[in-house]
């Protein structure tokens, strides 16, 4: 890497809102709150609105879209469009 022009790097805690759940990562993101984490040292923190404990899709509860169905649906409601 070319030295100067990258941001540090370095360990963060990412804190899910949502779920009341943290983990410890490495990023290049900031903040200027920082938490005692487990393992006694204090790290940065940045809140986050979900994340993978919290996000439908990883917990299993996402919702499946009918997309043949909405087409049908709006092709019944303005007609189906003709090629000219």
């Keep these: 890497m070319k ?3 990258h941001p540090p790097y370095g360990p963060v805690v990412f804190r ?3 779920a ?3 983990f410890l990562t490495r990023s290049t993101a900031t903040s200027d709150k920082t938490i005692e984490w ?3 040292n204090t ?3 940045i809140d986050v609105e979900i994340s993978n404990v919290s996000h ?3 917990t299993g509860t996402a919702r499946v879209l009918d997309t043949a169905g909405r087409v049908e649906r709006f ?3 303005y007609g189906r469009r003709e090629a000219n």
């Design 16 to 18: 899910d809102k949502a």
């Design 3 to 5: 030295p100067g022009i």
């Design 20 to 22: 009341s759940s943290a």
């Design 38 to 40: 487990e393992d006694g």
């Design 56 to 58: 439908p899709f990883y």
């Design 43 to 45: 790290y940065p923190v």
């Design 75 to 77: 092709e019944r409601r």
